[in-house]
């Protein structure tokens, strides 16, 4: 027949040209086609409902603004950062921007998971051919995304109230990156260790939250003496705040290139754990 000859080998031996095109691409071969079915799906979950994803946080750092930065921000001194005065709205808009973004990255990931094993459509997940690097990578990109975005809004909403530089974009760049990956790599333990909504809502609001609280959003280390300070240096987050704080005024009161260093290894760390965790079906599978 006809068609044969399209899609058979030439009678020298050579590859036809269906053959040619049913080989991978480059595309194909860096991002295959389930990793991004499966991105593009955890992607539209946070994009097509934006209020519940987006609005919230911006109505809440409208509120922080409005009584930290304008309401009690006149009381406060200003912030001296490398002899560099800083209005304290100003000085606190990093800390509330990472607030948001590491909410988010850890929202999404871990409801992500924990919905998918409630409903126990992730299995659909687990069944494909994708390997769980794959598997873990997607929901990590896309919750590190929305973290992102969250971020990004909280940005915009601090312009309406005051005026900031960028004095390093890129150590402002990495910072942003590394953390949202880091907690959307947090959420996915979290969403494979829960055992209902209550979990979620725990880790969320009495582990997450007040240790960002505790971690310099508000005031700076310099406020903090002796033991306070010390304890304080255990925090992940006062090295996050001050990375992103950096990107913004050129100054922080911890060494950015350490912190930055840290936090990346803690990032791939616990991607590890994430995989290792899907490879041995950890809260995937009863």
Avoid at 10 to 22: N, P
Avoid at 149 to 163: E, H, N
Avoid at 172 to 190: K, Q, R
Avoid at 218 to 226: I, N
Wanted: a negative charge; aromatic letters at 14%.
């Amino acid at each position: 027949m006809s068609g044969d000859d399209d899609v058979g080998v030439a009678s020298d031996g050579g590859v036809t040209a269906g053959e040619s095109a049913a080989s991978p691409g480059l595309l194909d071969r860096l991002l295959p086609t389930g990793f991004r079915t499966l991105f593009h799906r955890e992607v539209l979950r946070f994009v097509r409902r934006p209020r519940n994803t987006f609005l919230p946080p911006a109505i809440t750092n409208v509120l922080y603004f409005s009584v930290f930065g304008v309401i009690l921000g006149g009381r406060i001194d200003s912030f001296v950062l490398d002899g560099r005065e800083i209005e304290y709205i100003a000085f606190i808009l990093p800390g509330l921007i990472v607030l948001g973004a590491i909410s988010n990255a850890f929202e999404n990931s871990s409801f992500s998971i924990f919905h998918g094993r409630w409903n126990e459509y992730i299995h659909e997940v687990l069944t494909s051919p994708l390997p769980y690097t794959s598997m873990v990578l997607a929901y990590i990109l896309s919750s590190a995304l929305r973290g992102l975005v969250v971020g990004i809004i909280i940005g915009l909403i601090g312009l309406l109230f005051t005026s900031v530089p960028v004095a390093r974009p890129l150590y402002l760049v990495a910072f942003m990156l590394v953390i949202c990956l880091l907690f959307a790599s947090f959420g996915v333990v979290g969403g494979l260790w829960a055992r209902d909504f209550d979990y979620l809502t725990v880790l969320n609001q009495f582990i997450l939250r007040p240790l960002v609280f505790f971690g310099g959003v508000f005031y700076s280390l310099d406020a903090l003496e002796g033991i306070a300070y010390t304890v304080s240096l255990f925090n992940p987050m006062v090295y996050m705040v001050n990375g992103v704080r950096y990107g913004f005024f050129g100054a922080a009161e911890l060494p950015p290139n350490e912190s930055l260093a840290v936090l990346s290894v803690l990032t791939l760390a616990v991607v590890a754990l994430d995989v290792e965790l899907f490879r041995r079906g950890y809260g995937l599978v009863d």
